[in-house]
T-cell receptor, first 110, second 113 residues
Framework: GQNIDQPTEMTATEGAIVQINCTYQ??????LFWYQQHAGEAPTFLSYNVLDGLEEKGRFSSFLSRSKGYSYLLLKELQMKDSASYLC???????????FGGGTRVLVKP | KAGVTQTPRYLIKTRGQQVTLSCSPI?????VSWYQQTPGQGLQFLFEYFSETQRNKGNFPGRFSGRQFSNSRSEMNVSTLELGDSALYLC????????????FGPGTRLLVL
């Protein structure tokens, strides 16, 4: 089966840093995606990790530890527009399938 | 390149009716996946099509079905609608050859009364 856990909600201040953790236990794993979803909109791609380690993309970084079944998304220099839900998803290449966690709602306050 | 498009964007139906939703993938993408998103269950995988063949299916009843055409456009159908089918239905496209990013369309918001 698949079990993907992430916190339901986090609050942070503009300009600060927030780390969203994602733990997973899955029967197959080829990589882990992070998506951002603003209310009422479609998810948009943020990052994809296949190998262990940190991938940095501007203000956003994502980390993966396959042995620990753990990933995190780091958002730096938070802006008001970063208020959104952040979804981690485990990818299985067989069947091209994404299994999503419940999402973490991040609220950025001034 | 144009993004993933879905039609219609909003739909209101009554219980017992059936509905067909359409998804046009990014040009050149041959894989289309469908997801249901509800506040209670989050984003759940429905099925995936590649080159007109269903390659994978999630845990949804047989009332949910889909197909893909030779131009990679896909449709999903829900028959005998139930109140619990009210959701945002998202499709995502990818090239379909391996480990690639799936790009989501804007979704169809279905309300069942």
């Amino acid at each position: 089966g698949q079990n993907i856990d992430q916190p339901t909600e986090m609050t942070a201040t503009e300009g600060a840093i927030v780390q969203i953790n994602c733990t997973y236990q899955t029967s197959g794993f080829n990589g882990l995606f992070w998506y951002q979803q603003h209310a009422g909109e479609a998810p948009t791609f943020l990052s994809y990790n296949v190998l262990d380690g940190l991938e940095e993309k501007g203000r956003f970084s994502s980390f993966l530890s396959r042995s620990k079944g753990y990933s995190y998304l780091l958002l730096k220099e938070l802006q008001m527009k970063d208020s959104a839900s952040y979804l981690c998803a485990v990818f299985k290449a067989a069947g091209n399938k994404l299994t999503f966690g419940g999402g973490t709602r991040v609220l950025v306050k001034p | 390149k144009a993004g993933v498009t879905q039609t219609p964007r909003y739909l209101i139906k009554t219980r017992g009716q059936q509905v067909t939703l359409s998804c046009s993938p990014i040009s050149g993408h041959r894989s289309v996946s469908w997801y249901q998103q509800t506040p209670g269950q989050g984003l759940q995988f429905l099925f995936e099509y590649f080159s007109e063949t269903q390659r994978n299916k999630g845990n949804f009843p047989g009332r949910f079905s889909g197909r893909q055409f030779s131009n990679s456009r896909s449709e999903m159908n829900v028959s005998t609608l139930e109140l619990g089918d009210s959701a945002l239905y998202l499709c995502a496209s990818s090239p379909g050859q391996g480990t690639e990013t799936q790009y989501f369309g804007p979704g169809t918001r279905l309300l069942v009364l």
